[in-house]
Every structure is written in C-alpha cells, then in structure tokens.
C-alpha cells in the first residue's frame, strides 16, 4: 500500500504561486494515476489534476488548466503541483491521492495540506 504525504500549503495573496509537494512511500503499480484533490469550506471535494505514474499523460480541472501544472519524478517518488496566478477561489485544502482513474475513484490519500489564498 502506498502512503502519501503532502507538504508546501500555506498563505498566499492572489496573483501568487505555490508549489505543492507529495511523497509517495512504497511502490506505485504502474497502473496508477496519482492526483491532487481539494476541498473548500462548505464544498464537496473537487478533482484538480493527476498524472499517470506509468507516462506523461497529465489531466486537468478546467478552473485550473493554464495555471497548474502537474508533475513528477517516478525515480524519487515525488509528485508536485505549481501552482501560479492563485486565485481567492483557490483556497482549499489539497489532498494527494493514490486511483486508477485520472479523474476520480482514488483510494488512498494523504493528510492534506491547507492553501489560503487572500485577495
């Protein structure tokens, strides 16, 4: 079973940038898709981006495309979120999580790390 744990959340103005990043122990099988996940007070959890541990395919949320990016060192079992003209609806608590599908279904998370973005 592969844990992940997520670090680089904190407090940001809007039109700023963070980087968040996820360590992954144990094995991802090659099927994996490994993702980012968020969740605003009061909101349900929203699917942010996720990349294929087996190749480059990478997916986006529409909110996000154009100011994210997702990546990944399968050597280092690391996997980053840039995250680059943060907005006010940003601020979320951001999960890593471990699936099959790129979109949802993901079956092991981590502990999350909180993102504040002020306007």
């Known amino acids: 079973q592969v844990q992940l744990v997520e670090s680089g959340g904190g407090l940001v103005q809007a039109g700023g940038s963070l980087r968040l990043s996820c360590a992954i122990s144990g094995r991802p099988y090659s099927s994996y898709v490994i993702g980012w996940l968020r969740q605003a007070p009061g909101k349900e959890r929203e699917f942010v981006a996720s990349?294929?541990?087996?190749?480059?395919?990478?997916y986006y949320a529409d909110s996000v495309k154009g100011r994210f990016t997702i990546s990944k060192d399968n050597a280092e079992n690391m996997v980053w979120l840039q995250m680059n003209e943060l907005k006010f609806e940003d601020t979320a608590v951001y999960y890593c999580a471990a699936g099959i599908n790129p979109y949802d279904n993901f079956f092991r998370w981590g502990q999350g790390t909180q993102v504040t973005v002020s306007s």
């Open positions: 990349t294929r541990w087996r190749d480059t395919r990478t």
